[in-house]
């Protein structure tokens, strides 16, 4: 039997003990189910977890609205995943994919979460594309307004449900600003015209995935979900709600392989004695218990803080995720080799453990870029700053992107200096200017167009086509790609190119007043790479 003692600790109410214990049993009497044909597998499951009431906590309750409540999902996907690596799968997108709507969706939306919650439809999540997973801020999909629709084009890929759903909650860019300001959320019906499964994508723990392309898909105004622009705060929402809950479905698996380790020491002899004799073989059973232990405990923290009101638990859920899913990897691995060479026996179930853990220490945030979350989390209480607004969300690949609240930047105040660190993000920089020296005018990188946007007071020289100008406040320069950070140079004399700081209290104005690009003055375009001067104020004399 499988430990349940966590059960007992102050995170659970009795109502969530109750819901537990209940769906032990469920698993107990249907799970697993077949896996051969995954797309009908995946069907069975989302119409067994909904008729019998277990996909009521993915949504909200259109006639009876409330907050999700996220440790019941987080209960919900561990158990799932102990018993079913495939029936957790259909859980949690069932949940991702109707996020958006429950959050913020219109009541005509919300038609849809009473078939989601009862197994009647499936739903999918499809924000990633070909050059665009981690750097959500960088999508190529578009779309365009048509007077009384929007006009889909471009690809998702690696879209769970994918080729199943019956709808999918689709993000492209709408263009009310640069950046992730300018990226909308839709509600597609999966047999909108134009849409088309362009590819299933085989992975090594096979689940319905694929490449969707939309080919001028015609949408009508009302399918969007929120306000235009907000659908990268509506993604990171999402994300951050169900962020925690990955960790809990690695909790699962580590739980599974550390039963599977328990009873397989107790029941195997070894020269001539239970194989839990040997000290190794104890060893990695007290590696393995500690690890899932204190998976639970971070894992059912953070959802205990987000269902307690905290309008944000990035650190909490970061953390939650990035050590249950790398312990678990690590428990599966010692499960692998107590069981020897049944542990790599195809059908086995430490084996399909294996091949589970792994996509979970990528998706909802690799691995990697929960440590920069939580280093940043953690270096702000000793004075070292990020600027309130900027998320980091799942990789490096294009720098920090902005989560809704401001762009991309972060302030670091070490004893009253300021600094940018260039190894993490290379979007956003300050030049000296001419007209004032010593001060610094920022300048921010739009991710997509390799724009500068010159957003404080002040004057910056630049080069065009040999001919000296001066952008003002308010400009937008335009940058050819491959300009190299850090120093411009232009004879012996280089300018300072310090990392921004935005004035206190100034970041959510500035941005602001500059949201509608209508209102920059002028755009300076800057035409070559060799043409691209920044200078202190003593070489432009």
């Known amino acids: 039997m499988p430990d349940r003692s966590f059960l007992s600790w102050p995170f659970f109410e009795d109502r969530h003990r109750e819901w537990a214990e ?15 044909d995954v797309d009908a597998a995946c069907r069975e499951l989302v119409n ?19 907050p999700l409540d996220v440790r019941m999902l987080c209960l919900t996907r ?59 801020a960088n999508m190529d999909m578009a779309a365009a307004r048509d007077d009384d629709h929007y006009v889909l084009s471009g690809e998702k890929t ?102 599977e380790s328990v009873k397989r020491a107790a029941e195997r002899q070894l020269f001539g004695a239970p194989m839990a004799e040997l000290q190794m073989v104890q060893g990695h059973i007290a590696d393995m218990a500690l690890d899932v232990d204190a998976a639970a405990l971070l894992v059912y923290r953070a959802a205990w803080t987000k269902d307690m009101g905290a309008a944000r638990v990035t650190r909490e859920a970061a953390m939650a995720k990035l050590f249950a899913t790398d312990r678990a990897q690590e428990v599966i691995d010692k499960a692998v080799q107590l069981h020897g060479g049944d542990g790599v026996r195809r059908g086995h179930i430490v084996e399909s453990l294996y091949r589970e853990i792994r996509a979970l220490r990528i998706y909802e945030g690799a691995s990697d870029v929960q440590k920069v979350v939580i280093a940043r989390q953690t270096l702000a209480s000793v004075g070292i700053q990020q600027k309130e607004g900027t998320d980091m969300t799942q990789d490096l690949n294009g720098g920090i992107t902005p989560n809704g609240e401001g ?17 993490v993000c290379e979007t956003t920089f300050a030049f000296e200017t001419n007209s ?8 921010h ?94 070489a432009n004399e």
Request: proline residues 7%; aromatic residues 10%.
């Open 48 to 66: 067994m977890l909904g008729r019998d009431g277990w996909l009521k906590p993915t949504a909200i309750d259109p006639a009876n609205p409330s």
């Open 158 to 259: 690696w879209i769970s449900n994918g080729g199943i759903a019956d709808f999918y909650v689709v993000f492209a860019r709408t263009g009310e600003a640069p950046g992730a300001k300018g990226i909308s959320a839709f509600l597609v019906p999966a047999d909108a015209n134009r849409l088309d499964v362009a590819e299933r994508l085989e992975v090594i723990a096979p689940h319905p995935l694929a490449r969707l392309s939309f080919d001028a898909v015609r949408v009508p105004v009302s399918a969007m979900i929120g306000k235009p622009g907000d659908g990268f705060k509506i993604a990171m929402s999402v994300l951050d709600l169900f962020r925690s809950t990955v960790g809990a479905a690695a909790l699962g698996f580590a739980r599974r392989a550390l039963d």
């Open 436 to 443: 004032a020296p010593g001060q610094f005018v920022p300048v």
């Open 78 to 136: 561990e158990t799932l995943a102990r018993h079913d690596g495939l029936a957790d799968f259909a859980f949690a997108m069932q949940g991702l994919g109707a996020g958006a709507i429950s959050l913020f969706g219109s009541p005509e939306h919300k038609q849809w979460l009473t078939k989601t919650r009862a197994g009647e439809a499936i739903a999918a999540f499809a924000l990633s594309e070909p050059r665009s997973g981690s750097d959500v």
């Open 22 to 36: 209940r769906l032990e049993a469920w698993c107990a009497a249907n799970l697993p189910v077949d896996h051969h």
């Open 445 to 538: 990188i739009h991710p997509n167009q390799d724009e500068f946007i010159l957003v404080q007071e002040g004057e910056l020289d630049v080069k065009l086509n040999g001919v000296w100008s001066k952008a003002k406040a308010g400009d937008l320069v335009r940058m050819p790609k491959g300009i190299p950070h850090g120093y411009f140079n232009k004879s012996d004399k280089p300018t300072r190119a310090l990392f921004w700081v935005s004035p206190a209290g100034k970041l959510k104005d500035l941005f602001e007043a500059l949201h509608d690009l209508q209102d920059i003055p002028r755009v300076i375009e800057l035409s070559a790479r060799h043409e691209v001067d920044f200078l202190p104020p003593e």
């Open 407 to 423: 762009f991309a930047g972060v302030e670091w105040n070490i004893l009253g200096q300021r600094y940018f660190p260039k190894a």
